[in-house]
């Protein structure tokens, strides 16, 4: 199974082409640098298991941003740190492939340390490749998260202090923690003894994948002679002898067997869904077919720009959506404008509803034909943007005080009582809607209904809404202004 | 046709499926919410991907990654959450990806407020990310053309290889009106470039890095080349009584709503006054402007914001007619009264 060791992977391009330069047979690694031999090792790997033409290689921000130059198959190169953002993206778009995530330590655990948290946690079904040289090889040799206490960096030119800097992070340990992860080793390629486990362990990270387990993590110490100013020979004692110390090997975490073998390609087939079933899903079923002609309504009525406001609770949304809805189902049109946010965690809400028989420019309502307080805030609020002539309506259960405006139509509807009548407080909205439009001759009860019915869904609900409307339409008629009856119907 | 009672920010996502998206990663944040939330309910019925990303770094780079594969994929944030998808807009820019993201705008600088601006403009049409770059930038006004617009933003991004944003505000986000659905896209178009993990596409590389200088000044060269075949194609506007008006109002999303009650006032008190509307405000429709200059007398830009649009409408015009600006910020937001008396301010300048 495993090529000679001179003979390059197919699963790397023989020729790199795509670097820039004289030398296509050379990779841009410097001699002694860890990147290639893990390259190396993913490659053998995606030959063996015959994955090439489906992988997807993502590659960071760091001296590996060139992956692409190496690897033979589909590659994606990411932000600094967001690799496994990315990969999420790509493997759940594309459930067949597999991803493979590779970063270094400074792009993994500095700056993308929340991205891999994340992608971890969720248990995404990628294999992340963590190759950690302790430093910042790309940038400079500066400190990364995983520099040892007292490396010297260029930016920890007396050695990193634990004062100044805190503790190397261990990334394995700390995503271990996770309940997702189905398995987590830290590997050495320091010698032909380590290359071996790594070589075993990126092909089981890869697995893993295949088995639509979960998500794998196989951080890798690796050399930065240049980095570490150091030369090879060198650079591989110092992770024998110093960062193994630090960086223990070995598994970390490996739920493998316990983790169930699924097939993300049926499961993301069996979820599509096509066509028509698409439209219903989108809401065409939801919408309204329905074309009510409006009542005749009295010309100071026709045409209004609403305010409805009260606690928040009191269904002071509902009222005007319930509203815009009809006029829209009356073939009119309406806009709703909700306030919007905290403001409404307050405790007071309120909308402002237009309905016109004309296209709507400005869905704000400022100057304000018809104001409906179901509270006294309310009615102390918007009481003076009200126009001559215009009308409010007042909860009169909870609004003791006359309307101060004498140039306005009043009507007075005790609605929290009337909906406590009911049995059914939470429709006084409802209760007040029809007091509305009974009052006003705006829109018809049906077409009220129709808004109702696409709202609440249960049947006992439909039933106290239609009782509810009924009696805030009985009621204006009854008590309000029975002079004024014989004047709407001429 | 069935119409539908629904708010601006749900018919982003109705737009967007009815256009073949088929994945939505999203970062909570007002007034965008509903965008995610709408996403969150209808996305895992018709077989897509709905995943709600640690951060909007997270959720751009995660769409970065969708849409690399060829899949239509967006995102939506409101202003601070824009702020930090910045970089990743900047890599889909560079990597020619056609990501399609929803801005809808809140009041700023900083965490700021809630409440709708138009203080965006600025880091979503001039590019607030690094680079020479530039974003298809579409303004609805209503909760059809959020619908519609989505719509087109995956078309277009699609057809020019380049990120494309709605670029909308907290109040068409949250006014609930009605629509009606426009028809599903059935086909969608083949991308050779994607990265779909299949024996076709194995030598294919999404990357926005171009070591050598010179190479990259070509890639730039390229990518203005494709901005200018965009401007040459794609500019869109409304325009309103602008035939013989005196004064051409020019405002887009909400504030062109509020200017539509402006105009209808200042129509019937006689006034000549009209509206343009600009749908793209990438590209804009400078030359538009440009002619209209001929037979008006003199412009009122409003905006939401410290005057940012209004910058484009000086360039297009270059000092050929007077353009006043009339604006509110920190999410106030005038009515229709406000600005007309701003229009008879002006009307008498004009005359004066
Ligand atoms: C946003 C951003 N910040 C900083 C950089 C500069 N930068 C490039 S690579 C790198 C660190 C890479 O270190 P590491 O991940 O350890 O990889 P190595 O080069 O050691 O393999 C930094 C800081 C960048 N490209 N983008
Ligand atoms: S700087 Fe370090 S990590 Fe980068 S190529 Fe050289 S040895 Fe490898």
Redesign the pocket.
């Known amino acids: 199974m495993a090529k000679d060791i001179l003979q390059k992977p197919d699963s790397l391009y023989d020729e790199f082409t795509r670097k820039p330069g004289s030398d296509p047979l050379t990779t841009h ?2 001699p ?4 290639g031999v893990v390259h190396k090792l993913i490659a053998e790997a995606m030959d063996d298991m015959g994955i090439r033409e489906r992988t997807v290689f993502v590659s960071p921000v760091g ?1 590996s941003v060139f992956g692409y130059y190496y690897f033979n198959c589909g590659n994606v190169q990411s932000p600094h740190g967001r690799a496994p953002a990315v990969a999420t993206g790509i493997k759940r778009a594309l459930p067949h492939s597999i991803v493979l995530s590779y970063q270094g330590d400074g792009d993994l655990a500095a700056i993308g340390g929340n991205n891999i948290l994340q992608a971890a946690n969720r248990g995404e079904n990628i294999t992340v490749i963590f190759v950690n ?1 302790a430093i910042y ?2 940038t400079g040799a500066q400190m990364a998260p995983t520099t040892l206490i007292g490396q010297k960096t260029t930016t920890t030119p007396t050695g990193r202090s634990a004062e100044n800097e805190g503790y190397p992070i261990r990334v394995c340990e700390l995503l271990a923690t996770l309940e997702a992860p189905v398995y987590i080793e830290r590997v050495a390629i320091s010698d032909s003894k380590h290359v071996m486990k790594a070589r075993k362990a990126i092909r089981r990270g890869i697995q893993n994948q295949i088995d639509g387990k979960g998500f794998s993590f196989i951080e890798v110490l690796a050399a ?4 570490w100013k150091m030369d090879p020979v060198d650079a591989v004692h110092w992770v024998n002898d110093v960062l193994m110390e630090h960086f223990p090997l070995g598994k970390v975490k490996d739920k493998n067997g316990d983790a169930p073998t699924r097939d993300l390609v049926a499961a993301a087939a069996k979820a599509q869904v096509n066509g028509q079933k698409v439209r219903e899903i989108v809401g065409d079923s939801n919408g309204f077919s329905e074309h009510l002609s409006p009542p005749k309504t009295p010309t100071n009525y026709q045409s209004p720009r609403v305010k409805i406001a009260g606690f928040g609770g009191q269904g002071v949304l509902l009222l005007g959506q319930l509203l815009a809805q009809s006029a829209m189902v009356s073939d009119l049109f309406s806009t709703w404008l909700p306030s919007y946010g905290p403001e409404m965690r307050g405790g007071t809400a309120n909308c402002h509803v237009i309905v016109s028989d004309k296209r709507i420019g400005s869905p704000l309502v400022s100057e304000t034909d018809v104001l409906i307080a179901l509270n006294l805030p309310s009615l102390e609020k918007f009481e003076r943007d009200v126009r001559p002539g215009g009308v409010i309506l007042v909860n009169s259960s909870l609004i003791e005080r006359d309307v101060q405006r004498q140039d306005v139509e009043v009507v007075r509807v005790p609605v929290t009582e009337l909906a406590n009548e009911l049995g059914q407080p939470k429709v006084a909205n409802v209760i007040m809607l029809g007091a509305y439009i009974g009052y006003t001759k705006l829109l018809s009860e049906q077409s009220v209904l129709a808004a109702v019915g696409k709202v609440v869904k249960r049947k006992e609900f439909m039933e106290i809404n239609r009782k509810a409307l009924t009696c805030g339409m009985d009621y204006v008629r009854d008590q309000v202004d029975v002079g004024r009856e014989a004047e709407l119907a001429s | 046709m069935p119409r539908t009672f629904v708010k601006g920010n749900e018919a982003v996502i109705k737009g967007a499926i009815l256009a073949g998206c088929r994945a939505f990663y999203g970062y909570p944040i007002t007034p965008a919410s509903e965008i995610a939330e709408s996403a969150a309910a209808l996305f895992p019925q018709v077989g897509g991907t709905f995943l709600q990303a640690e951060s909007e770094v997270a959720a751009i780079n995660m769409v970065y990654g969708a849409v690399s594969t060829g899949q239509r994929a967006m995102t939506a944030s409101s202003s601070p959450g824009i702020s930090l998808k910045q970089e990743g807009i900047s890599y889909a820019a560079g990597s020619e990806l056609p990501v399609v993201l929803v801005d809808v705008m809140r009041g700023g600088p900083g965490l700021g407020n809630i409440a709708p601006e138009q203080s965006d403009y600025n880091q979503v049409v001039k590019g607030g990310g690094h680079g020479n770059f530039k974003l298809i930038v579409l303004a609805p006004n209503c909760a059809q053309e959020m619908c519609d617009l989505t719509m087109l933003a995956f078309e277009l991004a699609d057809k020019y290889r380049n990120p494309a944003v709605v670029l909308t505000d907290g109040f068409t986000g949250q006014m609930m009106e009605p629509i009606e659905l426009p028809e599903s896209v059935t086909q969608l178009p083949t991308k050779d470039w994607a990265v779909a993990a299949t024996p076709e596409t194995d030598k294919n590389l999404i990357t926005s890095i171009y070591m050598e200088p010179s190479d990259l000044e070509e890639h730039n060269q390229r990518l203005q080349k494709k901005y200018a075949a965009i401007t040459e194609a794609e500019v869109r506007y409304d325009e309103s009584q602008t035939e013989d008006a005196e004064l051409i109002l020019i405002g887009y999303g909400i504030v062109s709503r509020i200017l539509q009650s402006v105009v209808d006032k200042a129509r019937a008190a006689g006034k000549h006054v009209g509206l343009l509307r600009p749908q793209t405000l990438w590209p804009f429709p400078g030359a538009r402007i440009k002619e209209l200059a001929k037979t008006t007398k003199g412009f009122l830009v409003v905006e939401l914001s410290n005057g940012q649009m209004v910058d484009d409408v000086r360039l297009a015009l270059n000092g050929e007619r007077p353009v006043h600006f009339y604006n509110r910020m920190g999410g106030v937001v005038p009515d229709t009264e406000e600005i007309f008396e701003q229009v008879e301010k002006v009307l008498a300048q004009l005359r004066g």
């Open positions: 690694y410097c002694g640098c860890g990147h001296c040289n090889g790309m930065c002679p240049t980095g």
